[in-house]
C-alpha cells in the first residue's frame, strides 16, 4: 500500500488560508469516508484535527475544515496562526482493511 | 483522564525481538480497535497493525506481515505488539493509538510513543 501523497511543504502568512491537498485512490480516499487528518507539532503525538472527511472533533478551532472531492481529500486552514505552524498528515481506510497515513506536509507560518 | 502509554521500546540486534507494550487509563481498551502506528524520526506516519476489541480481527501492514504480532489483554487494560525479526528498517518511534468510534473513525488517543533502534 503506496503513502497517499501530500505536498511536502506549504507556507501563508498570519491570516491568511492556506489547502492541503491529499490524493490516493479508489481503494481508499475514493471509496471511503473515512477520512482523517492530525496535526503533529515537533516531538509530540499526532492529534486529530478533522475526521470523516469534514468533521472536527470537539476542541479543534473552526478555522479547520476538511472536504473530498473524487480520490483527493483537502485540508483548509484559515485565518493561519503561528500555533498552526507543524506537521500535518491524511489518513484513509483502504479496501485491504487497512489504514494509510500521506506523505505528510510541513505548515510553514511566514 | 484518558490516556496512552506505550514501554518496551529499546536497542536491540537485527534478527532480535522486542515486546512493547500500550496500557490504557480511562477507558477501556475493550470496547474499541487498537492500532499501533510507526515513524521513523523526521520521516511520515505509517501504520502498522489493528485489533478489534474482542482480539477477533486483526490486520497488519505488508511491510510487517509475518513478523509482527498485535494482541491485548483487556482484563489488564493493555494492548501489545511483538516484534520478531527485527531489520535496520524497523527503527522508529512506536505509537499507540485507539478508535473508540467516538469521533468517528479517527484515532482519537495517541501514546507518546517509544523508540526502538535496530542496530548491531
Known amino acids: 500500500q503506496s503513502a497517499l501523497t501530500q505536498p511536502a511543504s506549504v507556507s501563508g502568512s498570519p491570516g491568511q488560508s492556506i489547502t492541503i491537498s491529499c490524493t490516493g485512490t479508489n481503494s481508499d480516499v475514493g471509496g471511503y469516508k473515512y477520512v482523517s487528518w492530525y496535526q503533529q507539532h515537533p516531538g509530540k503525538a499526532p492529534k486529530v484535527m478533522i475526521y470523516?472527511?469534514?468533521n472536527r472533533p470537539s476542541g479543534v478551532s473552526n478555522r479547520f475544515s476538511g472536504s473530498k472531492s473524487g480520490s483527493t481529500a483537502s485540508l483548509t486552514i484559515s485565518g493561519l496562526q503561528a500555533e498552526d505552524e507543524a506537521d500535518y498528515y491524511c489518513?484513509?481506510?483502504?479496501?485491504?482493511?487497512?489504514?494509510?497515513f500521506g506523505t505528510g506536509t510541513k505548515v510553514t507560518v511566514l | 483522564e484518558v490516556q496512552l502509554v506505550e514501554s518496551g521500546g529499546g536497542l536491540v540486534q537485527p534478527g532480535g525481538s522486542l515486546r512493547l507494550s500500550c496500557g490504557a487509563s480511562?477507558?477501556?481498551?475493550?470496547?474499541?480497535?487498537m492500532h499501533w502506528v510507526r515513524q521513523v524520526p523526521g520521516k511520515g506516519l505509517v501504520w502498522v497493525s489493528r485489533?478489534?476489541?474482542?482480539?477477533?480481527?486483526?490486520n497488519y501492514a505488508d511491510s510487517v506481515k509475518g513478523r509482527f504480532t498485535i494482541s491485548r489483554d483487556n482484563a489488564k487494560n493493555t494492548l501489545f505488539l511483538q516484534l520478531n525479526s527485527l531489520r535496520v528498517e524497523d527503527t522508529a518511534v512506536y505509537y499507540c493509538a485507539s478508535q473508540r468510534w467516538l469521533q468517528g473513525s479517527a484515532f482519537d488517543i495517541w501514546g507518546q510513543g517509544t523508540m526502538v533502534t535496530v542496530s548491531s
Open positions: 485489533i478489534h476489541g474482542d482480539g477477533n480481527e486483526i
Open positions: 489518513c484513509s481506510y483502504t479496501s485491504t482493511k487497512n489504514y494509510v
Open positions: 470523516d472527511v469534514n
Open positions: 480511562g477507558f477501556a481498551i475493550s470496547s474499541c480497535w
